[in-house]
């Protein structure tokens, strides 16, 4: 009976941690997002991103090369993120989009708070990259 509910322990934290990494849930999206961010893969950033108009691979590369000059230097300066928290999501009324509050801990001891969208695109939650 032990080794039952021990089995069970195991695969329990196995699926809670599986669970955070995973775009079921806007959480879970804006966890994997803001993973990537704080390792400075801007071209993993851009391909969990949901654009209005179709995007090229081009584009995609160019929209990533965009974001790390603006923002590569500005995190440096400031240590890196060491860490990040992610709040509760705000999910609309019809289910199809949501708001994710989350914080930035940065190297220098500084924090920045920010807030992600997201929009649902069949059934995977997608940082809203707009058009």
């Given at each position: 009976?032990?080794?039952?509910?021990?089995?069970?322990?195991?695969?329990?934290?196995?699926?809670?941690?599986?669970?955070?990494?995973?775009?079921?849930?806007?959480?879970?999206?804006?966890?994997?997002?803001?993973?990537?961010?704080?390792?400075?893969?801007?071209?993993?950033?851009?391909?969990?991103m949901h654009f209005t108009?179709?995007?090229?691979?081009?584009?995609?590369?160019?929209?990533?090369?965009?974001?790390?000059?603006?923002?590569?230097?500005?995190?440096?300066?400031k240590g890196g993120i060491?860490?990040?928290?992610?709040?509760?999501?705000?999910?609309?009324?019809?289910?199809?989009?949501?708001?994710?509050?989350?914080?930035?801990?940065?190297?220098?001891?500084?924090?920045?708070?920010?807030?992600?969208?997201?929009?649902?695109v069949d059934g995977k939650?997608?940082?809203?990259?707009?058009?």
């Open positions: 009976m032990k080794k039952i509910f021990r089995l069970m322990a195991v695969a329990f934290v196995a699926l809670t941690m599986a669970a955070c990494g995973s775009n079921n849930t806007p959480e879970g999206a804006a966890q994997k997002f803001l993973k990537v961010y704080k390792n400075g893969d801007y071209k993993a950033m851009v391909d969990q108009k179709e995007a090229t691979d081009e584009q995609k590369a160019q929209f990533a090369s965009m974001i790390e000059q603006k923002v590569a230097g500005e995190i440096e300066k060491e860490s990040f928290e992610v709040k509760e999501a705000q999910v609309a009324e019809d289910g199809q989009s949501a708001k994710v509050e989350y914080i930035l801990h940065f190297g220098n001891g500084t924090e920045s708070d920010d807030t992600l969208k997201l929009v649902l939650w997608m940082v809203d990259g707009g058009k």
